[in-house]
């Protein structure tokens, strides 16, 4: 492994929790942006890398190409074992993290595919204000299903960081935003907090999911 890994990503995306890992893990890498919502010139540009036309993925150093934020932020936990990211396959808190891992992946990062064009659902474009607001409904009560049944500690599975929290500190801030998210799931709210404010990813945040006035909306 002699080349760094190559994010294809963009601000504000999904590929942010896995620049978070990179970074702290200590692993060089590069970004290569990537913004399919801006037009099929975009999506048609990504599809040489993932012929699904979206972001995330990740350029190994051995040249494979994975695809999927929740696989690939697993992998990156277990491949680098030193950084503390995941619970270890004994831990008997793995089987709760791959759960919520999961969970995040196809309850609710998998509705942002309609949620970002509603067309491609309904070609009604009268409907399609309707659609996202029930997608964000939806997305709410996931959210609240998952406060419901996690208990935190310092952070979401106990008393160290994972993947598992820089994943939903991401996933989070997207519509319906963080001002819902702490509505509906409180008994995640200081634990997600406490991620935005890690030092070490200070800088990252910064750059490609700011805290703007008005971010939690």
Same mark, same amino acid.
């Given at each position: 492994m002699s080349e760094p890994f190559v994010v294809y990503?963009?601000?504000?995306?999904?590929?942010?929790?896995?620049?978070?890992?990179?970074?702290?893990?200590?692993?060089?890498?590069?970004?290569?942006?990537?913004?399919?919502?801006?037009?099929?010139?975009?999506?048609?540009? %990504? @599809?040489?890398?993932? #012929?699904? +036309?979206?972001?995330?993925?990740l350029a190994l150093p051995t040249g494979e190409v994975m695809t999927e934020?929740?696989?690939i932020l697993i992998w %990156? @936990?277990?491949?680098? #074992?030193? +950084?503390?990211?995941?619970?270890?396959l004994a831990d008997v808190k793995r089987p709760e993290f791959l759960r919520w891992m999961t969970f995040v992946s196809s309850a609710i990062y998998a509705l942002y595919w309609i949620a970002d064009d509603p067309s491609r659902v309904t070609d009604k474009a009268e409907d399609h204000a309707a659609v996202k607001t029930r997608i964000f409904d939806r997305i709410a009560h996931c959210w609240a299903r998952m406060g419901e049944q996690l208990r935190p500690g310092k952070y979401l599975l106990g008393d160290e960081l994972s993947v598992l929290d820089l994943y939903v500190a991401t996933a989070s801030r997207w519509?319906?935003?963080?001002?819902?998210?702490?509505?509906?799931?409180?008994?995640?709210?200081d634990a997600i907090g406490r991620t935005d404010a890690d030092?070490?990813?200070?800088?990252?945040w910064a750059e490609r999911f700011p805290f703007a006035p008005g971010w939690e909306r």
């Open positions: 990503g963009a601000s504000t995306s999904g590929s942010v929790p896995i620049e978070a890992t990179l970074s702290l893990l200590g692993v060089p890498y590069r970004v290569e942006d990537y913004a399919p919502w801006e037009g099929q010139q975009e999506v048609s540009r %990504l @599809a040489r890398i993932n #012929p699904l +036309g979206q972001v995330p993925a934020s929740a696989a %990156l @936990a277990d491949a680098y #074992p030193h +950084g503390r990211l995941a619970p270890v519509s319906p935003g963080r001002r819902r998210f702490y509505e509906v799931a409180p008994g995640l709210a030092p070490r990813l200070t800088a990252l």
